[in-house]
């Protein structure tokens, strides 16, 4: 089993190729963007959009499998009518989330074949897995869910919705097992004869300790973007005072699974950093601007410049030793700068700049972090405000509640783009750069003009799922059993 080695040429036009057409601001106003450009722009808006529905499935399915499970053990019937209500919302969710994912894999093979020739016997093994098991395992189950309703026993149902809810999450691991493996190549070796990579040890692929880290994170920010969505819903019922004790007790669900999750997850993510450190660390220099080594390094909260241009930015706020935290969970850490990880990529792969877009890096950064510590005081008030027995009739915090449905989407694209803007210019980390994995007989009308038609597609697709999801969000709960009308009595003359 070998560690990443570079396929990529080494000449030095090819690899300005890889940084140029990386970053169309690099280059010149007037030259037309290149195929790579535009073939980027796309996967990034459909990968985006596609992200926004992946976090709320699985967190929403587990939400709701408790909801249910809740039910089946105490009988409360709210807690029945709970179950169905965001049942509904995770169904609309799923519907279009299901869309939008097929084109990410026809993407593959449309403007990056030259990616999938090259590393398709690894790429491929888990997104085959995820699609002949983890999918129809979701799919499957979701079905007898939706249709199994007052038609199958209780504990077969109860089964159903948590099976729903370990596909959604088994689906997630196989993917995110295959883009650790661009981030931090392992459990290959070269085939002599096709020269491509060649997969030799799944068990590396599957343990591998971006996956691990990455994994766990992405499941922990589902689980809370779910809860601030529940949250957000529920408020917003409690504001109209409907349902009252029934949507009291969805938000307090959400709330008591949020704040320990969000606490949770930020201890991962700053694990998963500190991972990427010793893997990338051109990701983590890039996301603190930090261009020269530091030991030990201060953390700004706050900078101005410091971009590709500006290697001398201005701290407004420095924390002191924040950063060696951070990075290397030493207090005195040594964080390696931009200007000596991009010599050392010099020696080791050719000529050329290496350094990925800083400004992206920077404020995806902060914009993570900073959302996360936003929903974890959110979550920290409205606990208070249930233990001081306020939390139905508290109009300030059941008003910022709702409205806080935006802060997990821009936390979570923020840390898409973190991830996947920090690997530039390489696709495959020390494989593959971005430039070389496009399409060469694809031509830029064929890519424009696909780019059209998909941004259509999907601003169709997210207007009805607005629609949709505001629809049932905002409905009433339907009666409970003991609240439906009873039969009319028989007229005295027919008896």
Known sequence: MHEARPHASRASSGVELGIHTAYPGLRGDTEAMSNVDLARIQFAMTSIYHFLFVPVTIGLAFLTAILQTVWHRRGNDEYRRLTRFFGTLLVINIAVGVVTGLVQEFQFGMNWSAYSRLVGDVFGAPLAMEGLAAFFLEATFLGVWIFGWDRLPRRIHLAA??????????????????????????????????????????????????????????????????????????????????????????????????????????????????????????????????????????????????????????????????????????????????NEVNAQYQQQYGPGNYVPNVFIQYWSMRLMAYTAVLILLLSLWGLWQMRRGKLETSRRFLWLATWAVFLPIIMNTAGWMLTESGRQPWLVQ?????????????????????????????????IVDVVLMMRYARRELPPAPTEEAAEPPIPAAIQ
């Open 161 to 338: 919705i948590w099976a729903v809810a370990v596909g959604a999450s088994l689906s997630a691991a196989f993917i995110l097992a295959a883009n650790s493996w661009m981030q931090h190549p392992v459990g290959y070796t070269n085939n002599a004869t096709t020269g491509r990579p060649q997969l030799n040890d799944i068990w590396a692929v599957m343990t591998n300790p971006v996956f691990l880290w990455g994994y766990t994170h992405v499941l922990l920010a589902a689980l809370a973007t779910a809860c601030v969505v529940m949250l957000a819903v529920s408020a917003w019922q409690l504001r109209r005072g409907r349902h009252r004790q029934v949507f009291a007790r969805s938000a307090k669900l959400s709330l008591v699974v949020l704040a320990p999750t969000m606490i949770l997850a930020m201890f991962v993510g700053s694990e998963l950093g500190v991972v990427e450190a010793r893997y990338q660390p051109m990701k983590i220099a890039a996301a603190e601007a930090q261009w020269e080594t530091c030991q030990p390094c201060s953390f700004s909260v706050f900078q101005i410049g410091g971009g590709n241009n500006d290697q001398t930015p201005t701290k407004i706020i420095a924390l002191p030793h924040l950063l060696s935290l951070l990075a290397t969970n030493h207090w005195n850490g040594q964080v390696v700068g931009l």
């Open 430 to 462: 020390g494989i593959m750069k971005t430039a070389d994995g496009v399409s060469p007989s694809v031509g830029t009308s064929a890519i424009v003009v696909s780019l059209i038609v998909f941004f259509l597609l999907y601003l169709v697709l997210a």
